[in-house]
């Protein structure tokens, strides 16, 4: 005998509802897994924009996506860091100083990736690449930003050791100023008695305690 939910019909609707759910969670995993999976050194790949696009179309694109993979929108444990690295993303390339050195360093990319295949930027290959040109500048921008990355790390380094000497330098030179002020405090303070032993020095030296008359020295005579 047949139940009674067996008997009732599926309403198209329902399934209509649930396949449309599972089919925004696949595109929402899709998404965490291609930005996680992105150079996060290059803010465009993080998005999936062209270098050179409109600042617009960065704004349009974060808006999209950051609704779309948002840790409350989707069950994804990765959805967090995704939309992390989404926004970090769009923050460097809505600063115009971190954008103009990207599109410099993908423009380099480009031109070592023509000078490899020996074309020039009017080469046709330059102009309508295909996509092995595509993955071969990617590969190039990839590599040229780990250089710069390296280099960055390298100066802030050595900017650091240099503070730090020239920290040392001026902690060395407060401690001297600090003892010097401490020895002339210690000086001054022993002031009264460094007078008093002079006294008792020189009333020693005159052969007495200074009550009674002192001794006048004998003049001695002339010989002849």
Known sequence: MASKEEDQPV??????????AEGKEWEKDAEIDR??????????????????VPES????????????????????????????????????????KHRAVLDEAIADARMLVLRDLKL???????????????????D??????????????RQLKAQMQEEGREQRKEDAEIEERK???????DWEATRDQRIDSWRTFQKGKTGGSGDGPSKKKKKLKPIG
């Open 120 to 138: 020039t930027v009017d080469s046709p290959e330059a102009k309508e690449p295909d996509a092995a040109f595509e993955r071969k500048w990617a």
């Open 11 to 20: 309403d198209s609707r329902d399934v209509t509802d649930i396949l449309d």
């Open 35 to 52: 930005i996680l999976k992105a150079f996060r050194l290059d803010a465009y790949a993080v998005l999936g924009l062209k270098p050179g």
């Open 179 to 185: 003892r010097k002020r401490q020895h002339n405090e």
């Open 57 to 96: 179309d960065i704004k349009l694109c974060y808006r999209k996506k950051s609704l779309l993979i948002h840790p409350d929108k989707t069950k994804n444990p990765l959805a967090p860091d995704a939309f992390d690295r989404l926004k970090k993303a769009q923050t460097e390339l809505m600063d115009e």
């Open 140 to 153: 190039k921008t990839k590599m040229v930003l780990i250089d710069s990355e390296q280099r960055r790390r």
